[in-house]
């Protein structure tokens, strides 16, 4: 099936099968490994991207449905010589060991604070109609979805919140 993306601001053209998945075709078909096959299941979020600003599990998604969105991997994040805040903030803070799951807890953390900025509440939110105070309670709520086997979340934690003060200047 010929798919047309647009992936860390480049216009893609995929001629896959139409049951690949968007993990599979950033990885295997655009050659973009900095996204994470973990689980396979939605279960670990090692696979996390942004879609029009989104987080999503890339392995529970086919990349046909993405026709004419906005895909964000890791790669597009920042480069080597211009690190986001997220991604210096991990390096700063060691919010990782083996880092297999860094890409995916950067596109991740990245999404929760844009949905923290816009108001958005979470199961832990004390204030429904308040901007949600960024407490480690409110990141670790947020950030559930994204599993560290090697469990660095405290320094996870810490550098998410170092990039919000970044971010508020």
């Avoid at 893609?12 to 998945?21: I, K, P």
């Avoid at 879609?51 to 890339?58: A, D, E, K, L, Y």
């Avoid at 986001?84 to 083996?98: E, I, N, R, V, Y």
């Avoid at 407490?135 to 469990?151: A, V």
Wanted: charged share 25%.
């Amino acid at each position: 099936m010929k798919t047309e993306l647009t992936v860390n601001g480049r216009r893609e053209r995929l001629d896959a099968d139409a049951r690949t998945t968007l993990l599979d075709a950033l990885r295997v078909h655009l050659e973009l490994t900095g996204t994470k096959k973990g689980c396979d299941h939605g279960q670990c979020g090692a696979c996390t991207v942004l879609v029009n600003g989104r987080r999503i599990n890339s392995c529970l998604s086919l990349a046909c449905m993405h026709e004419g969105d906005e895909i964000v991997t890791i790669e597009g994040l920042g480069e080597p010589d211009r690190l986001s805040d997220l991604q210096q903030a991990f390096l700063s803070h060691d919010g990782f060991q083996c880092g297999f799951c860094t890409p995916g807890q950067i596109c991740s953390a990245t999404a929760m604070l844009s949905e923290i900025e816009a108001g958005w509440p979470s199961h832990v939110s004390d204030d429904l109609d308040r901007t949600p105070e960024l407490s480690s309670t409110e990141i670790s709520e947020r950030m559930s979805g994204n599993i560290c086997r090697c469990s660095a979340y405290p320094n996870i934690v810490e550098a998410i919140k170092e990039a919000a003060d970044r971010r508020r200047g």
